[in-house]
């Protein structure tokens, strides 16, 4: 038997209990530490835990030559930072999203854990719930016909944060399941947005992606909502679905209606759209919880040396898209080209790495047991002020117990 990977989580604020709790319950793993700034979530985790290792220090996990994986659970301006400092002393990586501020920071990430064959993962986590596993193969298997469009409204009261907008903290999710939906990523994105509550930081942000053969997405995120909102439609040219994240059952719809053109017509009498409607179903889908897949896929993808389906690269993808986002709001919503506006294929879903680890590109690393000796660690310096915890407006996929 493998011996368990030992991991420290850095951040116990409302998400850090979530990824504690179900990394304490992988058999394959062993968590040892856990940091946060602040003595007050310290003592509460080690009043639930007694057996793990509480540090307001994040250089003591960094340092600690036991510690095989470390997860960043902090706010978005440190997962650079933090991930930097724990992949230059020889450790896996898995960011919570959005993977960094930058696309230079990701790719950054993603060459430095090339250069130390250590895996690199981004918590996109609705890629491991079972309603976006099934719309997946539902589109796979051509059921909805061709790909129109995919509309997504995440829309809640707070929680307003205070150095990124709306569209870096709800969107990634949405981003991350329209590409991982499309199989493309987009030629252009637009987008507007309002800031009426904290100058400078849009807390309501429309946002479009266009991609080839006029397929399209539309992304509504807001902190400003008095209802918590969690849907998307998937528009085919066959089938339609409604995905609502909320609901208890049926999260998923597939309704068997269609609209169609006349091929051909004479005189503006004889136009006429068809209108085609058929049965509404909702198809069974296990409740399991996505952070508990996501959190061992991670162990999976160290063990046994595998490309993460929330690589590096993807978490790239979903920022670059978010920067352009940026770009666009500051020129009032006039169309940002990616991806030198051609149409880009996208990246490999995950594989066994055939030449060691994969984060988007091959390498011949081995797989594990690399240690940094051609990289100095840099020591992790980054503060942030410790933030109110426990939001209802979580962004999380909703079959995830609310947690401390
Ligand atoms: N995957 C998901 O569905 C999901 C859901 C919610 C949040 N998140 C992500 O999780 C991350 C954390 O979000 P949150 O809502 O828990 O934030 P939070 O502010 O509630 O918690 C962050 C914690 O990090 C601690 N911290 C700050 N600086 C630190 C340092 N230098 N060393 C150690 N600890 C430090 C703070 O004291 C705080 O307890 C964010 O990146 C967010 O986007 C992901």
């Known amino acids: 038997m493998k011996k368990p990977v030992t991991v420290g989580i850095a951040g116990f604020g409302y998400w850090g209990p979530n990824l504690v709790r179900n990394f304490r319950a992988i058999t394959e793993c062993h968590l040892k530490a856990v940091c946060d700034l602040s003595e007050k979530r310290l003592k509460h985790m080690h009043s639930l835990y007694p057996e793990v290792t509480g540090e307001t220090d994040y250089n003591a996990l960094v340092n600690d030559p036991e510690i095989d994986a470390i997860v960043i659970a902090t706010s978005a301006r440190l997962h650079f930072p933090m991930a930097k400092s724990a992949l230059s002393a020889g450790k896996h990586v898995l960011i919570e999203k959005p993977m960094a501020c930058s696309t230079a920071e990701c790719e950054e990430l993603i060459s ?3 250069q130390q064959g250590k895996v690199v993962m981004v918590g996109h ?38 150095d990124i907008n709306v569209a870096w903290d709800l ?12 199989q493309e990523l987009p030629q252009s994105v637009n987008c507007r947005g309002g800031a009426s509550i904290t100058s400078g930081i849009e807390d309501m942000t429309s946002m479009s992606l266009q991609f080839t053969k006029e397929r399209s997405a539309i992304i509504h995120s807001s902190w400003h909502d008095p209802r918590k909102v969690r849907e998307m439609t998937i528009v085919g040219s066959k089938r339609m679905i409604v995905y609502d994240d909320i609901a208890p059952l049926e999260k998923i719809k597939v309704y068997d209606v269609r609209v169609e053109r006349p091929p051909h017509y004479n005189t503006f009498a004889e136009f ?13 889908i296990k409740h399991d919880e996505p952070l508990r897949a996501e959190c061992q896929h991670f162990i999976e993808c160290i063990n046994d040396n595998l490309v993460p389906l929330t690589s590096g690269s993807t978490g790239l993808e979903v ?9 666009s709001l500051k020129q009032q919503g006039a169309p940002v080209m990616l991806w030198g506006g051609s149409s880009a294929p996208f990246p490999v879903m995950p594989q066994r790495a055939t030449s060691g680890r994969n984060n988007g590109t091959s390498h011949a690393a081995p797989s594990s047991g690399t ?29 995830v117990p609310a947690s401390s």
């Open 112 to 114: 430095l854990a090339k």
């Open 125 to 162: 986590t609705f890629l491991y719930s079972a309603a976006v596993r099934k719309i997946k193969e539902i589109v796979d298997n051509r059921d909805l016909g061709d790909l129109r469009y995919i509309a997504a409204r995440r829309l809640n009261l707070g929680l307003f944060q205070k």
């Open 319 to 327: 920022v670059r898209i978010l920067e352009a986002s940026s770009k």
């Open 371 to 399: 240690d940094a000796a051609h990289v100095s660690t840099p020591p992790f310096t980054g503060t942030a002020p410790v933030k109110e915890t426990g939001r209802n407006g979580a962004d999380h996929p909703a079959n």
């Open 272 to 284: 006429q759209y068809a209108y085609h409607y058929g049965d509404t179903y909702s198809p069974y």
């Open 171 to 182: 969107a990634p999710h949405d981003i991350s399941i329209i590409l991982h939906i499309m």
